[in-house]
């Protein structure tokens, strides 16, 4: 598909103010189980086959947010047959695969519009987990209401904050206020779990259709290139990673590398490590975070004692190939011989495609 995506940016894109539902001061209470119209299960129809594990179960998958969530269809899209596992925040996401129930976990890390995900990859790094997949979805937002509702009466706009964020320009000429809250799905169930009429949610078609909410607009989205990357990761490695076209190309590596001292030096270093040896890169992030006084990057030492580690300065390298090849092996073994620190976080099938999801 086309790969004329604009160039990223690097925020981090969740707002420290992110709302919680029960921090929703001026919301009402959330309605109990019973009269919410929750669905108790989702059929999606998947669109590429991967290997599913079968007979005692099928394979289960734990995303952040209510059923109808971005984060539900990228897991459906990469194992159609997956039971998917709802989750509060991430967080609870990764507790569901550590204790065993669930048996992968989906997370967004990046966006065409608002660049990494700097928050899911810290989680990413904090525990003892590996890439599997990885999957891009284009994603369009919808401004979603309660049936009958007419845009005249909306006052505020709730979503996630990569929802809302992507849409600033069509919601600054609505005028409505913005409030974050922890997931698209999530805030589609509370419009109508407490019969929220001055209330909009920018949320999926599919989300509209799952819970019978009206769709006010389509295409919400500032730019119309707008598409997210998620990574599928399991506790432990489920076998080699299969390549996507059953050949010998698309496989992927993503690495964390943490140094002491200048980062350019450190930067330059490993981008020759790869550079004489040919190897591509698709992605390449410095994060310093000694000069601003903010937190250093914690690092579970998953080799180690398994504790976590403190770094100022960090880069995460996503390549082409993978622990197969010598050359990868090769660069490898040489950075891991000037950094302090060199973490594997998953070779993996590249996704060759762009999932669209209406
Ligand atoms: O809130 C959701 O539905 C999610 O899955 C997170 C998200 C939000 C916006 C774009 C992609 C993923």
Request: overall charge positive; cysteine-free; aromatic content about 0%.
């Given at each position: 598909m086309a790969s004329s995506a604009p160039p990223p940016k690097f925020p981090n894109y969740l707002p420290s103010s992110t709302k919680k539902r029960s921090e929703f001061a001026d919301l009402p209470s959330i309605a109990p189980a019973g009269r919410s119209?929750?669905?108790?299960t989702v059929v999606i129809a998947g669109i590429n086959g991967h290997p599913q594990i079968n007979g005692s179960g099928a394979l289960r998958v734990a995303f952040q947010g209510a059923p109808g969530a971005y984060s539900e269809f990228a897991a459906k899209t990469a194992c159609p047959a997956c039971a998917t596992v709802p989750c509060r925040a991430f967080a609870d996401a990764i507790a569901a695969v550590e204790r065993g129930r669930a048996d992968r976990v989906i997370l967004p890390v990046e966006s065409t519009m608002e660049g990494t995900a700097l928050r899911n990859y810290d989680l990413l790094l904090r525990h003892d987990l590996r890439i599997v997949q990885e999957i891009n979805l284009f994603v369009h937002y919808c401004l979603l209401a309660m049936p009958g509702v007419r845009p005249a009466e909306l006052r505020r706009v709730i979503s996630h904050p990569m929802a809302l964020a992507h849409c600033g320009r069509a919601l600054a000429q609505l005028g409505l206020r913005r409030e974050p809250v922890e997931d698209t799905a999530g805030a589609v169930e509370m419009l109508l779990s407490n019969h929220l009429l001055d209330t909009a949610a920018i949320a999926s078609p599919r989300a509209a259709v799952l819970y019978g909410l009206d769709v006010l607009a389509h295409g919400l989205q500032d730019e119309s290139w707008n598409v997210t990357r998620f990574l599928l990761l399991s506790r432990t490695t489920p076998g080699p990673p299969q390549k996507p076209d059953g050949g010998g190309a698309g496989l992927k590596t993503s690495l964390v590398i943490a140094h002491r001292g200048s980062s350019m030096i450190a930067l330059l270093k490993v981008l020759s490590s790869f550079s004489k040896r040919n190897i591509n890169l698709t992605k390449l992030e410095v994060i310093n975070s000694s000069n601003e006084g903010e937190a250093p990057v914690m690092i579970l030492d998953v080799r180690g004692r398994g504790s976590l580690r403190a770094f100022p300065h960090v880069l995460y390298v996503d390549f082409e190939g993978s622990m197969e090849d010598s050359q990868v092996k090769e660069a490898i073994d040489e950075i891991s011989s000037f950094s302090v620190f060199v973490r594997i976080l998953g070779c993996y099938a590249a996704d060759p495609s762009i999932y669209d999801l209406q």
């Open positions: 119209r929750r669905p108790s």
